[in-house]
């Protein structure tokens, strides 16, 4: 398909991206990948490997680079993907990325379509 065609996301919406693309992309260093759940649910359920953690309600500090809170892992040139466990909340802190600066931001949709192609887990 020609890349004029292809669908592209509202202004400032995060972008869907498969799991198997996020995991590579990841794996190979080009993308930051974030959980945006609560802690209780890392508790049960582990994270992606290599995953920063930053909860949906911490998003707005730890995302704005000119928050001093700012994650020192995050850089708003580089790709993030977001996941929670359905893939509501990850639109939304896409949606904050976005409104933020970041230029590349992917919304992965929930944990399990991240170990379904074949993503790890830590606890």
Do not use: W
């Given at each position: 398909m020609?890349?004029f065609?292809?669908?592209?996301p509202?202004?400032?919406?995060?972008a869907?991206?498969?799991p198997?693309?996020a995991?590579?992309?990841?794996?190979?260093?080009?993308?930051?990948?974030?959980?945006?759940r609560?802690i209780?649910?890392?508790?049960q359920?582990g994270?992606?490997?290599?995953?920063?953690?930053?909860?949906?309600?911490?998003?707005?500090f730890?995302?704005?680079?000119?928050?001093?809170?700012?994650?020192?892992e995050?850089?708003?040139?580089?790709?993030?993907?977001?996941?929670?466990?359905?893939?509501a909340?990850?639109?939304?802190?896409?949606q904050?990325?976005?409104q933020?600066g970041f230029?590349?931001?992917y919304?992965i949709?929930?944990?399990?379509?991240w170990?379904?192609?074949?993503?790890?887990?830590?606890?």
């Open positions: 020609l890349n065609m292809k669908a592209r509202a202004q400032g919406q995060p869907p991206i498969a198997a693309d995991i590579a992309r990841a794996d190979a260093g080009e993308l930051t990948v974030i959980d945006v609560d209780s649910e890392i508790a359920s994270k992606a490997k290599g995953a920063l953690h930053i909860p949906l309600m911490m998003l707005r730890q995302a704005d680079p000119r928050n001093p809170d700012f994650h020192p995050l850089d708003v040139d580089k790709p993030v993907a977001l996941y929670c466990a359905s893939g909340r990850s639109q939304m802190a896409g904050q990325m976005a933020l230029k590349e931001v919304n949709g929930g944990l399990g379509h170990v379904s192609a074949g993503g790890k887990i830590e606890r």
